[in-house]
T-cell receptor, first 115, second 114 residues
Framework: DAGVTQSPTHLIKTRGQQVTLRCSPK?????VSWYQQALGQGPQFIFQ???????QRGNFPDRFSGHQFPNYSSELNVNALLLGDSALYLC??????????????FGPGTRLLVL | GNSVTQMEGPVTLSEEAFLTINCTYT??????LFWYVQYPGEGLQLLLK?????DKGSNKGFEATYRKETTSFHLEKGSVQVSDSAVYFC?????????????FGRGTSLIVHP
């Protein structure tokens, strides 16, 4: 079992550009959540996808959008990048129903640097 | 809203010392409580959890007890090892609209010297 995988591992962009990050969930998991972890901070919830729909969203602007595919993999898109978007972006997967949702498995993250 | 407060690090200990990392929370209702660990260059791993008051979560020698009266979930280990050096995150989980959303603390770095 490959666990949760994310790509790319590192990315450098300039202000105003757009970026797409990718996540493949753990086998058997149908729910994907995305988090932003700024340096020295805990992860902040961005949004969660289940059955190809955004099920919950945290306090992030519309520049952050996502998508989930029929195979449960997911993308995070960020438009009009700001310097403050520099962070580690974590993807986590879990089963979609009931208390099993609490057991989230995290990927290694994509480190985004905006210059 | 929900929030988690952890003691600031880094916590620096010698091998075999006793570890306590304090965590307190604010939440409505009865959340589940978690400790996650993040090793350098890796994602978060669930270390232990407790789902109701007075529950004790334990794993790999680490323990934490859900204290509703003090709204705390302190992490303890009797004898730390160099390999325990990592960042530890306390989190609470609440359910909203059918989905589970965790709230994380800022993390506490643990450095264990031989």
């Amino acid at each position: 079992d490959a666990g949760v995988t994310q790509s790319p591992t590192h990315l450098i962009k300039t202000r105003g550009q757009q970026v797409t990050l990718r996540c493949s969930p753990k086998s058997g998991h149908d729910t994907v959540s995305w988090y932003q972890q700024a340096l020295g901070q805990g992860p902040q919830f961005i949004f969660q996808y289940y059955e190809e729909e955004e099920r919950q969203r945290g306090n992030f602007p519309d520049r952050f959008s996502g998508h989930q595919f029929p195979n449960y993999s997911s993308e995070l898109n960020v438009n009009a990048l700001l310097l403050g978007d520099s962070a580690l972006y974590l993807c986590a997967s879990s089963p979609g129903q009931g208390t099993y949702q609490e057991t989230q498995y995290f990927g290694p993250g994509t480190r985004l640097l905006v210059l | 809203g929900n929030s988690v407060t952890q003691m600031e690090g880094p916590v620096t200990l010698s091998e075999e010392a006793f570890l306590t990392i304090n965590c307190t929370y604010t939440a409505t209702g009865y959340p589940s409580l978690f400790w996650y660990v993040q090793y350098p260059g890796e994602g978060l791993q669930l270390l232990l959890k407790a789902t109701k008051a007075d529950d004790k979560g334990s794993n790999k020698g680490f323990e934490a007890t859900y204290r509703k009266e003090t709204t705390s979930f302190h992490l303890e280990k009797g004898s730390v090892q160099v390999s325990d050096s990592a960042v530890y995150f306390c989190a609470l989980g609440s359910t909203s609209g059918g989905s589970y959303i965790p709230t994380f603390g800022r993390g506490t770095s643990l450095i264990v010297h031989p």
